[in-house]
């Protein structure tokens, strides 16, 4: 699936109108929130501990978003997160387990930058798209916790 034509799709139709950036942050809330859940159902994190950052660098023309929430292994990056229309909330059980469940939110995400380019860190994870039309590749990355998505 080519995710940069579909998120041409998205942004006249499902995400008409709005700032993208804004749009994608608020997609972007919406899954760490979910994962902070999980990380504080698994007791990886505190209770009241769960974070979540947006930080907009100008001199590198970077947005990221970051949460120390539960992550996610390299089977629920490509089945799952790449996958547009699938998603890992299929099982909750209210809007308390899991908030959205679409699958679409990651186009708002990973569409923003119009060259395309964004990386991804979570657990042992680094995948990195090189721009539209391109593979994702999965790496081997140190632990951490929770999830850092940066788009270029």
Do not use: C
Not at 10 to 23: A, C, M, Q
């Amino acid at each position: 699936m080519n995710a940069a034509q579909m998120w041409r799709y998205f942004t006249t139709s499902v995400y008409s109108s709005g700032d993208l950036p804004v749009i994608a942050t608020r997609e972007a809330l919406q899954n760490s929130a979910d994962a902070i859940r999980a990380a504080i159902r698994a007791r990886q994190i505190g209770a009241k501990d769960g974070r979540f950052e947006v930080v907009w660098d100008e001199a590198e023309r970077t947005l990221s978003w970051s949460d120390n929430g539960v992550g996610m292994d390299s089977d629920t990056i490509l089945k799952k997160f790449l996958s547009l229309g699938d998603t890992g909330k299929a099982d909750a059980g209210s809007s308390q387990d899991a908030a959205g469940g679409f699958g679409v939110a990651k186009a708002v995400i990973l569409g923003l930058s119009a060259s395309f380019r964004w990386e991804l860190y979570t657990r042992d994870n680094h995948a990195v798209s090189a721009g539209a039309g391109e593979d994702v590749s999965v790496y081997a990355a140190p632990p951490r916790q929770g999830t850092r998505i940066v788009v270029n």
